[in-house]
Nanobody
């Protein structure tokens, strides 16, 4: 059983929406983050994260106002609602968990302990 599993990716036209889901198991966390990796880039970009204890959320400037990260109905689930998608949003999206996060570390890849295998998002122009 995998510790982190993403789902919900797909192909959409620019301006469309997708909701990504992340389900975790076998570990506790107080920070869930989403990263993405564009096809031509080696680095993963941290796009959003949240702390379920107080609902604090963090967003990269590139997605503010378009993406919403939220907890699920139980302690093991989270979502990334993506609206007004753009071709630049294309990439593999990864969910990750950490013991905690803040505005200064939520986008740091090495801050997170558990990672999923990713779900592909493709936005056509």
């Amino acid at each position: 059983q995998e510790d982190v599993v993403e789902s919900g990716g797909g192909s959409v036209q620019a301006g469309g929406s997708l909701r990504l889901s992340c389900v975790t198991s076998d570990h506790l966390w107080n920070c869930m983050g989403w990263f993405r990796q564009a096809p031509e880039k080696k680095e993963r970009e941290g796009v959003a994260a949240f702390d379920p204890r107080d609902g604090t959320t963090y967003y990269a400037d590139s997605v503010k106002g378009r993406f919403t990260i939220s907890p699920g109905s139980d302690a093991n689930t989270g979502y990334l609602q993506m609206t007004n998608l753009k071709p630049d949003d294309t990439g593999m999206y990864y969910c990750a968990t950490a013991h905690w996060c803040s505005s200064t570390n939520y986008a740091r890849r090495n801050w997170y302990n558990y990672w999923g295998r990713g779900t592909q998002v493709t936005v056509a122009d």
